[in-house]
């Protein structure tokens, strides 16, 4: 067979990987000021664009879309090319990806701070943004199935079927989530409310999480282990199971966010049922990893690549069963809302993503510059440091977590909340809170010092840019079926195939998921109590998803007697039918705020914006002084009104007109009462907007309750 | 929202969850089944395939990094 010579494009490697380190320093830079922010409230600088609402969105999107992102396709351009036996298919396609994503990845980091934001957890950019990502996804997902196409190795390796399941799932996943309707530029409102727009938000943001953060690592997994120990995987059967068993599971478990809120009871039960079952091809996978290294141990000590492979292994291992474990919802009852699911989470970026990414890049950096790592201690210095970064940051966490839930729930032998004040029991925490931020600076400090081990070993090697290679071109004939050759070897000659019939999977959890939902009326009953927002209030419910409230108070009193004492009535899914987005929210840093309607007179709230200790010491919550000094620009009024109309909010027709007046109204007769109060403001304020959200925040159901009364 | 009066009109849409279900666990056990049937040879070569590119191109650089 007469081999075809080709190159192997590095430069675009190389230029992923360099965005890797700059943006996991950018991402984990914010989030240690987050930390910061959570012990020394100072921190927040009163600023608008410091504050922890903003910050901490930006440092989520900085750490999973810009550094986990690059990584992706840092070690799919490395790997698919080498696997493929192919160059990428189109090198002009190669460098839009590239810029396009580091510039979607700035728009981000202009637009968080500005509050510029649709208040969807993980899906916070606004439209414009979100329409650059569908097409630069797309521009992706043509350079690889081109390459992929045009590759000079018959079998697909099981590596890139996770590369192809990714490619479709979040391209399916962020279309469907960022459904929304602009009012301007800089504004959105997503076309799901409530109870829906949670399913879809929920569906989406565990999905970003199976196929952002997990699918596409584990097919580095699958290439990078295997090289790194020299040896091939494991079990490439358990590969098979594990792919499709894990991409059907997956999709159907996003209900598992929501356990004991006001979604439907079988949609809870059907999340914690897919999660359970999860954990069998996690686990399956993650052993596999694991046991690639079987009668070669001795090397992962003196391999630092491997070393931090190892430690990311398992804290997949450990993430992946404690997903399931807190899905339960005797589990969950305990664990959601508090710090248990930021430790969670940080086991997986901190440890699985973080830590294959590191491996990944003292691997291949020093390959690709045809020298050797620069110091070999300092990456062991890295090694330990962020080993036990990881540890000091979980551990007081998970403490933290238990804590604070076990203080809500507390009752005392009289039938009371023994700690009625919420404060008490963030007080209470406060040096676990610390200790994070001492957890979070090691682990930085250990990347620090791998960026600069690394641009050592760059400086010293030279880039391959294009790497020879040689290969036989495949021959047509092997797309042809031999008899009695095994079904699923055909499956992997064929992508297009793999891509759709990934798709069909993962679809069919997306659907059986959510058609219910948006079908029967029972599933959501109306409360005909339930208006719409006045034009003040949703001028104020906008303030307060720009300011990003939602990062630490929940809208969400759970059926629990604890919650009732504290919060008041437990929320109803007909509460949220107006609510584009949803706000409920997924942690409480401070209390609920679904009940917080008329429980303060309009002075309380004013004086607490202006500086929350003086109404509640010891309070980590930022100030707002510019709420109360910048004007409420109602310009945009009329249009936000047509397009509630538009998607079903029934505001009488020609509404839109008349809004800007009873908005002014509305304001007058805040400012006069808070005058009375000797409070003296201007009514056209945005702190007068944001009080009225405040005080109507479920307040409508308290008005069925006196009309049954009355009755 | 305007989609669901679509979706609304298919009628027996509640039995799609049901009939998803089911092609998931028939689908999950015929893939357990024919797993299980693949000859390890083909197996092994395509399990090596990440480590080929080495030695095709590179040969002797096989040493440990």
């Given at each position: 067979?007469?081999?075809?010579?080709?190159?192997?494009?590095?430069?675009?490697?190389?230029?992923?990987?360099?965005?890797?380190?700059?943006?996991?320093?950018?991402?984990?830079?914010?989030?240690?000021?987050?930390?910061?922010?959570?012990?020394?409230?100072?921190?927040?600088?009163?600023?608008?664009?410091?504050?922890?609402?903003?910050?901490?969105?930006?440092?989520?999107?900085?750490?999973?879309?810009?550094?986990?992102?690059?990584?992706?396709?840092?070690?799919?351009?490395?790997?698919?090319?080498?696997?493929?036996?192919?160059?990428?298919?189109?090198?002009?396609?190669?460098?839009?990806?590239?810029?396009?994503?580091?510039?979607?990845?700035?728009?981000?980091?202009?637009?968080?701070?500005?509050?510029?934001?649709?208040?969807?957890?993980?899906?916070?950019?606004?439209?414009?943004?979100?329409?650059?990502?569908?097409?630069?996804?797309?521009?992706?997902?043509?350079?690889?199935?081109?390459?992929?196409?045009?590759?000079?190795?018959?079998?697909?390796?099981?590596?890139?079927?996770?590369?192809?399941?990714?490619?479709?799932?979040?391209?399916?996943?962020?279309?469907?989530?960022?459904?929304?309707i602009p009012v301007n530029f800089m504004k959105s409102y997503s076309v799901y409310a409530g109870v829906q727009d949670a399913l879809v938000q929920w569906w989406y943001g565990h999905n970003a999480v199976a196929f952002f953060l997990t699918t596409p690592?584990?097919?580095?997994?699958?290439?990078?282990?295997?090289?790194?120990?020299?040896?091939?995987?494991?079990?490439?059967?358990?590969?098979?199971?594990?792919?499709?068993?894990?991409?059907?599971?997956?999709?159907?478990?996003?209900?598992?966010?929501?356990?004991?809120?006001?979604?439907?009871?079988?949609?809870?039960?059907?999340?914690?049922?897919?999660?359970?079952?999860?954990?069998?091809?996690?686990?399956?996978?993650?052993?596999?990893?694991?046991?690639?290294?079987?009668?070669?141990?001795?090397?992962?000590?003196?391999?630092?690549?491997?070393?931090?492979?190892?430690?990311?292994?398992?804290?997949?291992?450990?993430?992946?069963?404690?997903?399931?474990?807190?899905?339960?919802?005797?589990?969950?009852?305990?664990?959601?809302?508090?710090?248990?699911?930021?430790?969670?989470?940080?086991?997986?970026?901190?440890?699985?993503?973080?830590?294959?990414?590191?491996?990944?890049?003292?691997?291949?950096?020093?390959?690709?510059?045809?020298?050797?790592?620069?110091?070999?201690?300092?990456?062991?210095?890295?090694?330990?440091?962020?080993?036990?970064?990881?540890?000091?940051?979980?551990?007081?966490?998970?403490?933290?977590?238990?804590?604070?839930?076990?203080?809500?729930?507390?009752?005392?032998?009289?039938?009371?909340?023994?700690?009625?004040?919420?404060?008490?029991?963030?007080?209470?925490?406060?040096?676990?809170?610390?200790?994070?931020?001492?957890?979070?600076?090691?682990?930085?400090?250990?990347?620090?010092?791998?960026?600069?081990?690394?641009?050592?070993?760059?400086?010293?090697?030279?880039?391959?840019?294009?790497?020879?290679?040689?290969?036989?071109?495949?021959?047509?004939?092997?797309?042809?079926?031999?008899?009695?050759?095994?079904?699923?070897?055909?499956?992997?000659?064929?992508?297009?195939?793999?891509?759709?019939?990934?798709?069909?999977?993962?679809?069919?959890?997306?659907?059986?998921?959510?058609?219910?939902?948006?079908?029967?009326?029972?599933?959501?009953?109306?409360?005909?109590?339930?208006?719409?927002?006045?034009?003040?209030?949703?001028?104020?419910?906008?303030?307060?998803?720009?300011?990003?409230?939602?990062?630490?108070?929940?809208?969400?009193?759970?059926?629990?007697?604890?919650?009732?004492?504290?919060?008041?009535?437990?929320?109803?899914?007909?509460?949220?039918?107006?609510?584009?987005?949803?706000?409920?929210?997924?942690?409480?840093?401070?209390?609920?705020?679904?009940?917080?309607?008329?429980?303060?007179?309009?002075?309380?709230?004013?004086?607490?914006?202006?500086?929350?200790?003086?109404?509640?010491?010891?309070?980590?919550?930022?100030?707002?002084?510019?709420?109360?000094?910048?004007?409420?620009?109602?310009?945009?009024?009329?249009?936000?009104?047509?397009?509630?109309?538009?998607?079903?909010?029934?505001?009488?027709?020609?509404?839109?007109?008349?809004?800007?007046?009873?908005?002014?109204?509305?304001?007058?007769?805040?400012?006069?009462?808070?005058?009375?109060?000797?409070?003296?403001?201007?009514?056209?304020?945005?702190?007068?907007?944001?009080?009225?959200?405040?005080?109507?925040?479920?307040?409508?159901?308290?008005?069925?309750?006196?009309?049954?009364?009355?009755? | 929202?305007?989609?669901?009066?679509?979706?609304?009109?298919?009628?027996?849409?509640?039995?799609?969850?049901?009939?998803?279900?089911?092609?998931?666990?028939?689908?999950?056990?015929?893939?357990?089944?024919?797993?299980?049937?693949?000859?390890?040879?083909?197996?092994?070569?395509?399990?090596?395939?990440?480590?080929?590119?080495?030695?095709?191109?590179?040969?002797?650089?096989?040493?440990?990094?």
């Amino acid at each position: 067979m007469e081999l075809e010579k080709y190159y192997y494009d590095n430069k675009i490697v190389r230029n992923f990987a360099y965005a890797t380190m700059l943006w996991g320093l950018v991402g984990m830079l914010v989030g240690l000021l987050a930390a910061i922010q959570l012990v020394w409230p100072f921190m927040n600088l009163e600023l608008p664009y410091t504050t922890f609402g903003r910050i901490r969105p930006l440092h989520t999107n900085a750490v999973i879309f810009a550094f986990v992102g690059n990584g992706i396709f840092t070690g799919v351009y490395y790997s698919l090319q080498r696997l493929c036996k192919a160059r990428m298919f189109n090198d002009l396609l190669s460098t839009i990806n590239f810029w396009g994503w580091q510039l979607i990845i700035v728009a981000a980091a202009i637009t968080l701070p500005l509050g510029m934001t649709t208040g969807k957890e993980y899906a916070e950019l606004e439209w414009w943004i979100d329409i650059a990502i569908t097409l630069l996804w797309v521009v992706f997902g043509i350079n690889m199935m081109g390459t992929i196409i045009k590759r000079r190795e018959k079998h697909l390796y099981v590596a890139i079927w996770f590369y192809i399941a990714t490619f479709v799932t979040v391209a399916v996943l962020h279309i469907v989530n960022s459904f929304e309707i602009p009012v301007n530029f800089m504004k959105s409102y997503s076309v799901y409310a409530g109870v829906q727009d949670a399913l879809v938000q929920w569906w989406y943001g565990h999905n970003a999480v199976a196929f952002f953060l997990t699918t596409p690592y584990l097919g580095l997994m699958y290439y990078f282990v295997p090289k790194a120990a020299n040896r091939p995987v494991y079990s490439y059967r358990l590969s098979i199971i594990h792919f499709w068993a894990l991409i059907f599971l997956y999709i159907w478990a996003g209900p598992h966010h929501l356990l004991y809120t006001a979604l439907p009871d079988w949609a809870q039960s059907l999340g914690t049922v897919f999660s359970i079952m999860l954990l069998a091809p996690s686990w399956g996978g993650m052993i596999n990893g694991l046991l690639t290294l079987r009668g070669a141990w001795d090397k992962v000590r003196e391999s630092i690549v491997l070393k931090f492979m190892v430690v990311a292994v398992t804290a997949y291992g450990m993430a992946t069963f404690e997903g399931p474990m807190l899905s339960l919802k005797n589990v969950n009852a305990i664990s959601h809302f508090t710090d248990w699911t930021v430790a969670h989470v940080h086991i997986g970026a901190l440890g699985w993503n973080g830590f294959l990414t590191f491996g990944m890049l003292y691997w291949l950096l020093p390959k690709i510059f045809k020298t050797e790592l620069y110091s070999k201690k300092l990456a062991g210095f890295h090694f330990w440091i962020g080993t036990i970064g990881i540890l000091f940051y979980a551990i007081p966490l998970y403490w933290a977590g238990f804590t604070q839930s076990l203080m809500w729930k507390e009752f005392t032998a009289d039938g009371f909340l023994k700690y009625p004040n919420f404060l008490e029991t963030v007080t209470q925490i406060l040096p676990m809170y610390q200790l994070r931020v001492v957890g979070g600076a090691m682990y930085l400090i250990g990347v620090i010092a791998m960026v600069f081990n690394l641009i050592k070993t760059v400086k010293a090697g030279n880039l391959v840019a294009n790497e020879e290679a040689e290969a036989p071109a495949l021959l047509k004939q092997s797309h042809v079926h031999n008899p009695g050759e095994h079904w699923h070897r055909r499956i992997e000659r064929k992508p297009v195939m793999l891509l759709v019939l990934s798709l069909i999977v993962i679809l069919i959890g997306g659907v059986a998921e959510m058609v219910p939902t948006f079908l029967v009326k029972s599933n959501i009953p109306t409360i005909s109590s339930v208006k719409p927002y006045t034009p003040l209030e949703l001028e104020g419910r906008d303030i307060y998803v720009r300011e990003g409230c939602y990062n630490c108070h929940s809208q969400m009193v759970r059926p629990f007697r604890s919650e009732t004492e504290r919060y008041g009535e437990y929320s109803k899914a007909g509460e949220f039918v107006y609510d584009h987005p949803f706000q409920w929210g997924s942690k409480r840093t401070g209390p609920d705020l679904h009940r917080i309607g008329k429980k303060y007179p309009d002075s309380w709230h004013f004086n607490h914006m202006l500086d929350p200790t003086s109404m509640s010491p010891g309070s980590l919550m930022p100030s707002y002084p510019w709420l109360i000094d910048d004007v409420l620009n109602t310009s945009d009024i009329e249009k936000k009104i047509q397009v509630m109309q538009q998607l079903g909010v029934p505001y009488p027709d020609g509404y839109d007109k008349q809004a800007l007046a009873d908005l002014t109204a509305q304001s007058k007769s805040i400012a006069s009462g808070l005058a009375n109060d000797k409070i003296n403001i201007e009514s056209d304020r945005e702190i007068i907007a944001l009080i009225a959200y405040l005080q109507r925040l479920g307040t409508d159901i308290k008005a069925s309750h006196t009309q049954t009364a009355k009755q | 929202m305007k989609f669901i009066n679509y979706l609304e009109s298919i009628s027996g849409v509640s039995v799609f969850p049901m009939i998803s279900l089911l092609v998931f666990f028939i689908f999950f056990i015929l893939v357990g089944i024919k797993v299980y049937m693949m000859d390890s040879k083909s197996l092994n070569e395509i399990m090596n395939l990440p480590l080929q590119d080495d030695e095709i191109n590179n040969p002797g650089n096989l040493k440990e990094n």
